[in-house]
């Protein structure tokens, strides 16, 4: 895939990712007032969905997917600056502790979403794959 390829790969999964949130946040209540669920289980959806990419490109997508996949599709459905804005607001209203868990539930069960997609993935992998799970 060519530069210009993988730019247009990353834009068109870019704004697939962007338009899955947008239909999600445009169908549920918001609820950033009290505490912004469905951004926390949009942004670990997506943290597990990178994980599984990044295990997945090289063996069931090629190289040249990867960006497009992971700062793509990903990266589009995803936001910090969505977490950010909120556990702001939260703050302003004087919501400390609901601000306070935001922004420290969001990364790390982000990260641990990211390591369960490698590892379900990393269980479909053929044994001669190299793995960090194997």
Do not use: H
């Not at 530069?3 to 704004?15: K, P």
């Not at 697939?16 to 669920?37: H, I, K, N, Q, V």
């Not at 302003?92 to 969001?106: E, K, T």
Request: with cysteine.
């Amino acid at each position: 895939m060519t530069t210009v390829q993988t730019c247009l790969g990353v834009g068109l999964l870019g704004a697939l990712g962007a338009l899955l949130r947008y239909g999600l946040d445009s169908s549920f209540p918001s609820e950033a007032e009290t505490f912004p669920t469905l951004t926390l289980i949009i942004n670990i959806c997506g943290s597990f969905a990178a994980g599984a990419f990044s295990l997945s490109v090289g063996e069931w997508f090629p190289e040249s997917w990867r960006a497009p996949l992971l700062v793509g599709l990903a990266g589009g459905f995803t936001t910090f600056s969505r977490m950010s804005l909120d556990s702001c607001r939260l703050l302003q209203s004087g919501r400390v502790w609901p601000a306070a868990v935001n922004l420290s539930l969001g990364p790390v069960l982000g990260c641990v979403a990211a390591f369960f997609g490698m590892w379900l993935v990393s269980l479909a992998l053929p044994p001669s794959t190299p793995s960090p799970f194997k």
